[in-house]
T-cell receptor, first 113, second 114 residues
């Protein structure tokens, strides 16, 4: 069965610091997809990125970047120059089929001014 | 477009009561699912549907029933609510069976069972 582990329960940083959120996954499938979602204090789930198992290229989107390494089964998320508005719970998730997701337990990021 | 709409947003139930959480999407998505979110547990899959008339169980299906009579609606029923079902419930939909499609989530329903 698939599993997603986010070992960091809570991270606190000061604004403008860089922060990396770790995600390690387990799956027996060779084809799968990885996602990151953000859940701000308002509670909704915001889609951030999707990555398939055949594409190990890192991706950068503004202050966000993602490092996918199949060799270590990791899909880590880095926020550069963090801002207070980045404060949220971040979820890593894995999908193997039928568009259903297996989520990690989430990492709460607190960015203080 | 409204996207995925969940009603109600908040609900308090007494133990043993029944209720239905509503979920509707207007994107003509075939795939819909229900998750529950508990503190420190992330989101866990309750039930999902790959199309009208087809449903299947997820990781935590006990105590919940679903049906899918139309493409648009995917209600979640609690037949006899228990305090352990106190949670935030999210409905999601996506347009393809492919794992690479983004799931669109509703705003969530916060349910308290006393």
């Amino acid at each position: 069965a698939q599993k997603v582990t986010q070992a960091q329960t809570e991270i606190s940083v000061v604004e403008k610091e860089d922060v990396t959120l770790d995600c390690v996954y387990e799956t027996r499938d060779t084809t799968y997809y990885l996602f990151w979602y953000k859940q701000p204090p308002s509670g909704e789930l915001v889609f951030l990125i999707r990555r398939n198992s055949f594409d190990e290229q890192n991706e950068i989107s503004g202050r966000y970047s993602w490092n996918f390494q199949k060799s270590t089964s990791s899909f880590n998320f880095t926020i550069t120059a963090s801002q207070v508005v980045d404060s949220a719970v971040y979820f890593c998730a894995l999908s193997e089929g039928y568009s259903t997701l297996t989520f990690g337990k989430g990492t709460m990021l607190l960015v203080s001014p | 477009n409204a996207g995925v709409t969940q009603t109600p947003k908040f609900q308090v139930l007494k133990t043993g009561q029944s209720m239905t959480l509503q979920c509707a999407q207007d994107m003509n998505h075939e795939y819909m699912s229900w998750y529950r979110q508990d503190p420190g547990m992330g989101l866990r899959l309750i039930h999902y549907s790959v199309g009208a008339g087809i449903t299947d169980q997820g990781e935590v299906p006990n105590g919940y029933n679903v049906s899918r009579s139309t493409t648009e609606d995917f209600p979640l029923r609690l037949l006899s609510a228990a305090p352990s079902q106190t949670s935030v419930y999210f409905c999601a939909s996506s347009y393809s069976e492919q794992s690479n499609t983004e799931a669109f989530f509703g705003q969530g329903t916060r349910l308290t069972v006393v």
